[in-house]
């Protein structure tokens, strides 16, 4: 706090002088109590890679910064996106809208920068915005005060950042330059006077996972558990789950993504020669150990942004948020990426501290979606939240207190096909136990198949129960429902 008091004079006096001064002093202390909101967001961060949520790496001391968050805050425990790739994912959370209303369909199409979003109305109700780090949006920013971001996927080593001001590059890792630039932003382009947003988004951990030296040479030759399905072999669903490519056996590149050339890795190969199901489980641990090795690096580069917001005294007043825009799947039925409607893509981490506000070591199990993110910063900063944004304010969760109104269902659509990876288009509906999921269109027999799973009793989503006489009521329930979302959501037909 002395450090914090000591900034106020230096870079406030005319307000510490105005304390004194009645009505101006009375405002200035309703907007000192406008809290500033730090949000971290990763790149295919999957949930089961964070210790606090559990889990086969929960031993693995992989997140102990993440960790801490989830200790000093709140943890969601069923948080999830409703388009499973990368760049819709960042326009639904700066637009608050599902992709068929923010035009962000896929990674191709183009993002319209002129429509309304969260940060543009952070600005008009007091707030400096920032955004560093990756973005996967084409054109200049808007709405920020201060952005710097990687171009399109951006590169892990001695990345280019585009800016207002044109191009520079840094020598260095991605992750450790994003979070450089953006300490460099707190401690230099604050003005103390107002409340800030920082947006602190990372490349790390997308494919190719490439970590820094440090954290490479710390995860070589970890071995870690293997998932019970990494040899699933998709009986009991339907064609998307039996076409797809994105599969750790036949998929993954062994120059590129695990880069066999590597001293360490070509002395293994050299060693082991692994064939068959042992050279799946040899991909998979270098997967692993490059995949988490980008992870610990993250976490390390969170601890240094909470140090600084506790060594600052800005801790005190400032929401901590972190999240990624989407799941993994890290070698559940053998597959690596995202994309599907399935728990390990659908689900993504979500944690967030507040102090005063947020009970220490809460946790929550109300289903939220990353709709409800730009709603949920503007009514942290006190500003109105768009009748037309699709989502609800997570605040009253954070408050620890459920509306009566709260959601039940969640609906979900992907886009993507033809492309990358082959998962066909599919839309669906969740509530907490069931999930029905319907793929439709090209390459889908018949034009459209149904999946239905039981999360309760098939927490690997292994055997569909779709066409099973005693889930008749149960689907036609889902079917229901899935048209009252959409209804509610107003989707075209198929979602274009």
Known sequence: MQLMKKRLLKFRPAVVLAMCAGSLAAGVAKEAKRPNIVWMFSDDHAYQAIGAYGGRFEKENLTPNIDTLAKEGMIFEKAYVGNSICAPSRATLLTGKH???????DNRDEFDHDQPQFQKMLQKVGYQTAMIGKIHLNG????????????????????????????KTYEGHSTEIITDRALNWLKTGVDESKPFMLMVHYKAPHRT???????????????????????DDYEGRGTAAHEQDMSIEKTMRMSQDLKKNRPDRKASLEKLKPEGKDLVRWKYQAYMQDYLACIAGVDENVGRILAYLKES??????????????????GEHGWFDKRMMYEESFR????????????????????????????????????????????????????GETPADWRTSLYYHYYEYPGPHSVRRHEGVADARYKLIRFYGRDVPGGEEWELYDLKNDPNEMTSLYDHPEMKERVKALKQELKRLKEQYEVPEDGK
Do not use: C
Not at 213 to 228: D, S, V
Not at 369 to 384: H, M, R, S, V, Y
């Open 99 to 105: 992709s068929h209303k923010n035009g962000k369909f």
């Open 209 to 231: 996972w490439i970590p820094s030296e440090k954290q490479q040479k710390a995860f070589e030759g970890r071995q870690f558990p293997e998932p019970e399905t990494l040899f």
């Open 140 to 167: 200049a920013m808007q709405g920020f005060d201060y952005w710097e971001v990687l171009p399109g996927q951006g590169r892990y080593r001695n990345p280019v950042f585009v800016s207002a001001e044109g191009e």
């Open 313 to 330: 005294g800005l801790d005190e007043n400032t929401v901590v948020m972190y999240s990624a825009d989407q799941g993994f799947y890290l």
């Open 348 to 399: 993504t981490p979500l944690l967030a501290r507040w102090p005063g506000v947020v009970k220490e070591g809460s946790r929550n199990a109300d289903l939220v979606q990353n709709i409800d993110f730009a709603e949920t910063f503007l009514d942290i900063a006190g500003a109105p939240i768009p009748a037309d944004m699709q989502g609800m304010s997570l605040v009253p969760l954070l408050k």
